[in-house]
């Protein structure tokens, strides 16, 4: 089913707004949406970031636009709300744009790659690097149309039960790491697993498997991943700036009067913006915590970063002689890339390398 | 002048919205605001970002809110805004909070101040640790209610005719710095002088003096501070995240419906997130272009680096031993900036470390 698009407000003539010069949203319709995740409704920051995007969305119409938030399998199951969004039995759904590879190996870009952009670098690109229009070209051909749903930071490295300093130490390891990190960490002789987060303690604790990533210190900790045993802990790679997403049913989308349009787009830069601002801060509390119960924080060695990186950009070929779109779009966010790293090297690296040596 | 509240809207009684479960702003009344800022109406991405503000507010607020805006010296001269909001002569200002440490030593903190934080950082620390609290209560003071005005990104240090490696090779120098970083690069033994941005060029080219800082290389090249002579430019660490503010009088904003407030304050985001990408846009490509036509890129040496730093938190401890706000907001500051830089550190720090050394 898609919008719900109620009967024209007519208890009032046009003329008498004209009248006033205000131009309300009282004489267009009502507008109900459905809209699905693909997390638990009230799943920590994410889940809450969707429910005050809803909210806002209300409060901006003045009552107009009702979003109606549904948790994974309330209405569809986690990875159908893109197809759900798609033919229009929802309208609206917030995911990660890494779920989708296998539609296009191009999207896999728009979610944040491993050696990609940070948040704000991400920011930049979608917003005046062209990175909004290509991933509205790809989408338009699924009937969506894509809107920024916020970003959790870089992401942790994982847990693990040994130091691992060479690429020698990574062979054979078993290692809980989905999507694009896991392909590469694969080629890098790790034995990959893709466990759901519910399944990681377990599989820690009884040894099945050797090390696992999830997401940050504050998610982590309530998995209880630091309690498993005193495990290291080491930075990601492969998510500096995993960028979730609001996509809304095309049809819906063009039928919204332009004022509807704004309030929708507008109330998305808020989640944008505190949905990170809410990470780095539980996180930093986090990380506090589990430094203070004996947590072993550890840097991948040069060796194995050098390694991943190379293992990273190999894998993107192949993509961009499997795929035209990835080639196109890949060239042009390499571009981009190579231009902010430098400016972000210069004024922003060069400071954050002084004042963090210190902490 | 305050705010022009008009005669409340009365064309349609409240019942017929109601009967529709439409909640508008069409029973209130319309408002007229009148927002001045330090900046050019037209100043490239901070005054195009307020402009972007008011067009939004009043999109959101299906027209209902109307925010006049006016440039600097065109109702109010650049540094009258403050008193012009606190008194009601008008209802907004967008400015920095550096401009007014004469009023409150304590409110230099919440514009960003030397080895402060990048602007996540201090996102984070507004939004989830406190920040914003302290700010209201501070401005509450001056009947102004706070509201965050956008970002610069870190700024750059500045151009210099020869190279400065050592604390020596400040001395004496000539450069144009003001705020909190020319205090600081006082007690360096630098010989600071405040032109306005206009006048750097010439007191570059003519020798009146050394050095001179401005934004970074979208502005700078737009003063043509590259093409005076082949000079050298240095990366900041004055103004890590220069945040700005959009301050409205408070019993303007304390009379406003809550649906107005959420109008303006869900605006606010939009400016935020776009300022940033934008000057990080326009930055990384005036970057390249500066590179291209012979700039020459240096980091300050740590020698300089720890001992700026060092003055810094001795200038920190004279402003908290003269003010009592100070004191206690620095000190909060200062605990939630330990933590964020330790999970900066390690999740992006780490990564960035790793592939900024590439370019």
Redesign the interface.
């Known amino acids: 089913m898609g919008a719900s698009v109620l009967s024209s407000?007519s208890?009032?003539s046009k003329s008498?707004?004209e009248?006033?010069?205000?131009?309300?949203?009282?004489n267009s319709s009502?507008v109900n949406f459905k809209l699905a995740t693909s997390w638990p409704k009230h799943f920590p920051i994410m889940g809450e970031a969707v429910l005050k995007f809803a909210e806002?969305v209300r409060?901006?119409?003045?009552?107009?636009i009702e979003i109606q938030v549904f948790g994974k399998d309330e209405l569809l199951p986690a990875l159908s709300v893109f197809d759900g969004a798609s033919t229009g039995a929802i309208d609206i759904f917030h995911s990660g744009p890494y779920y989708w590879k296998g539609k296009s190996l191009s999207i896999s870009i728009f979610g944040g790659v491993p050696?990609g952009m940070?948040?704000?670098?991400g920011?930049?690109w979608?917003?005046?690097?062209g990175g909004m229009d290509l991933w509205r070209e790809i989408y338009d051909r699924y009937n969506l149309y894509p809107m920024l749903g916020g970003n959790t930071?870089?992401?942790?490295g994982g847990w693990f039960r040994k130091e691992v300093n060479t690429l020698n130490d990574l062979k054979g390891l078993k290692m809980r790491i989905p999507g694009l990190g896991g392909q590469v960490m694969a080629k890098l002789g790790v034995t990959v697993q893709t466990l759901p987060g519910g399944e990681i303690f377990q599989a820690l604790q009884t040894g099945a498997i050797d090390a696992a990533e999830w997401v940050?210190?504050y998610d982590d900790e309530k998995l209880g991943l630091n309690k498993v045993a005193k495990y290291y802990y080491y930075?990601?790679?492969w998510e500096?700036g995993a960028t979730l997403e609001l996509q809304i049913n095309l049809n819906d989308w063009n039928k919204l009067p332009p004022?509807y349009q704004?309030?929708i787009s507008?109330?998305t830069?808020?989640s944008?913006?505190?949905m990170?601002?809410?990470y780095?801060?539980?996180?930093?509390?986090a990380?506090?915590r589990l430094l203070s119960s004996g947590t072993q924080?550890r840097?991948?060695s040069?060796e194995i970063?050098t390694a991943a990186?190379k293992a990273s950009f190999a894998l993107y070929d192949e993509f961009a002689s499997q795929d035209a779109d990835f080639k196109a779009i890949y060239q042009q966010w390499l571009e981009?890339r190579?231009?902010?790293?430098?400016?972000?090297?210069?004024?922003?690296?060069?400071?954050?390398?002084?004042?963090?040596s210190q902490?």
């Open positions: 407000f208890g009032c008498q707004f009248d006033k010069n205000i131009i309300t949203a009282n009502k806002r409060e901006v119409s003045s009552g107009s050696f940070t948040p704000d670098e920011l930049s979608f917003k005046y690097g930071g870089p992401q942790m940050g210190p930075p990601g790679w500096p004022e704004v309030a507008t109330a830069y808020e944008n913006l505190t990170l601002a809410r780095d801060s539980l996180n930093n509390e990380l506090q924080v840097d991948y040069t970063l990186q981009f190579k231009r902010i790293y430098a400016w972000h090297k210069l004024n922003e690296g060069s400071f954050t390398n002084f004042v963090y902490f």
